[in-house]
């Protein structure tokens, strides 16, 4: 299988300056390996650093020692020394974020919001929009909220909204920030079949599920992450 | 890789003995918006009219990089040349719109000037233009002959924008856009420009105080502190997990973006 992500002794600290320069460490040492076509699925309690893990993954933390190298369009790029030029192209065409929180934009309807990921890389405008449509369908958002701004939506509705917004370009490799938290037995089976899709067309995936059965039915693999020694003070 | 459309190397700026902006360097690229933030005085602004070739540097230098990969060091050029280019290529919106319109003459005249500068000459193209362009910045065609100063402050800047942009601009300069406006007007404009920026593929540099507008608009950031860049990189980046301590500060001042 093509491996399309190694991370080697990743590490993140935190050094908050407002509160007298604390350093919190949320990882340390991380190192794993992901394939093409598989799934695989951070595991541990509450503050293990698994979000972190994937906020690194993504560009939006800057790790604080290790490397990052990710498969991207015919080279493998050193992420945690890409420029912002590099991360931007990296986002577009090779690493997609899924997770639960929606980002309002003003006055942007739902459809747009999900339908931008394939604007962005060149898709024509009523092309995007067909497939947004599919995708809201099949997450069971009522076409009468399609042409609304999804800021006056309810929490579930948003949430779906933002899955189908990642869930609308696959990416070769998929980052999924609890993808299922607080959904419905209906769409949580949407998004196993969406997962299940993304696996076929050989993605990699990498998940955080806080659904035990959701978890079971679409990873491969789990990798297991434990809380580092909490907080050091700076010298 | 396409090549950067604004180089910025060194460039300090001292009224006096006092810093305005000092050791900045960074590339903008075709289509990019990167926005400037810091508090009141950090040398946001300075720092933009200096790359506009509003101000000259104290030293360092400015290059923009034209469609045909031709260089311009904006303070090399002639007054003529320069300001053929801040009418044609280049952009500048202002925080009061009025500084950037005639109050005076028609929302279309104020339109109309700037397609005349780049040698637009028929009359009717031109006010045919102009009422295109008012429609796109969501101003009624009937207030096509009123003046800016019977405007309300949104509209306004609005039209200031489609005054701006009419000449399909490049790259513009925006100080502020949405300052001292109402909240709701304020989202109508971030949209408008947000869609604009996307559709012309323009670049933009943009100064703000408010991370909430740079996090909406702009792809990078950077945090200006004492006229100095304290940090640069992705918006995201910068806003979730912020290096410096005067970014920390200032997104930790931050209500919710």
């Not at chain 1, 898709?123 to 006056?152: D, G, H, K, M, S």
């Not at chain 2, 933009?48 to 090399?76: K, T």
């Amino acid at each position: 299988m093509t491996t399309m992500l190694t991370v080697e002794k990743l590490s993140k600290i935190f050094t908050l300056h407002q509160q007298g320069g604390v350093r919190i460490k949320a990882l340390t040492d991380v190192s794993l390996e992901l394939s093409a076509g598989e799934c695989l699925a951070l595991a541990g309690p509450s503050g293990a650093g698994k979000s972190t893990l994937l906020r690194c993954l993504y560009g939006n933390y800057l790790p604080s020692g290790g490397k990052i190298s990710l498969r991207h369009l015919s080279e493998i790029l050193d992420l945690s020394a890409a420029s912002p030029q590099k991360i931007m192209e990296v986002r577009r065409y090779s690493l997609g974020y899924v997770s639960q929180f929606l980002r309002v934009i003003p006055r942007v309807s739902a459809l747009d919001i999900v339908a931008e990921p394939l604007l962005e890389t060149g898709a024509e405008t009523a092309e995007a929009r067909q497939a947004a449509r599919e995708l809201l369908n099949r997450l069971n958002i009522p076409p009468r909220l399609w042409a609304l701004p999804p800021a006056t939506f309810s929490g579930g509705e948003q949430q779906r909204i933002n899955l189908a917004r990642g869930f609308i370009r696959l990416r070769p490799v998929m980052l999924l920030d609890e993808p299922t938290a607080s959904l419905d037995r209906a769409n949580r089976k949407v998004v196993r079949d969406l997962i299940y899709e993304a696996k076929e067309s050989g993605s990699a995936l990498i998940g955080i599920f806080h659904d035990d059965e959701m978890r079971s039915l679409v990873a491969d693999r789990q990798f297991q992450m434990a809380p580092p020694n909490g907080r050091e003070k700076a010298e | 890789m396409t090549r950067p459309i604004l180089s910025a190397r060194g460039v300090d700026k001292y009224y006096g003995g006092r810093v305005g902006c000092r050791g900045v360097s960074f590339d903008l690229y075709p289509g990019e918006i990167l926005g400037l933030v810091g508090e009141s005085g950090s040398g946001k602004t300075t720092l933009l009219n200096v790359l506009a070739g509003r101000l000259s540097p104290s030293g360092g230098r400015v290059l923009y990089r034209g469609p045909d990969g031709s260089e311009h060091d904006l303070q090399q050029l002639s007054e003529a040349g320069r300001r053929r280019l801040l009418r044609t290529e280049l952009g500048f919106v202002h925080q009061r719109a009025g500084d950037g319109l005639r109050p005076l003459v028609s929302a279309g005249a104020n339109i109309g000037e700037r397609l005349m500068a780049g040698g637009w000459r028929r009359y009717g193209r031109i006010r045919s233009e102009a009422a295109d362009w008012l429609a796109r910045v969501e101003i009624p065609a009937d207030r096509l002959d009123d003046r800016p100063a019977d405007y309300s402050g949104g509209m306004r800047q609005r039209l200031q924008i489609a005054r701006n942009l009419v000449t399909r601009p490049r790259l513009v300069f925006m100080d502020e856009p949405t300052g001292g406006l109402d909240v709701s007007v304020q989202a109508r404009l971030l949209d408008l420009i947000r869609h604009l920026a996307a559709r012309l593929d323009l670049a933009v540099v943009l100064v703000t105080h408010d991370l909430a507008v740079a996090r909406l608009l702009s792809q990078r950031l950077m945090v200006m502190k004492s006229g100095q860049v304290v940090e640069s990189g992705l918006t995201d980046q910068v806003l979730d997990d912020p290096q410096h301590p005067y970014s920390q500060l200032l997104v930790s001042a931050m209500l919710q973006v």
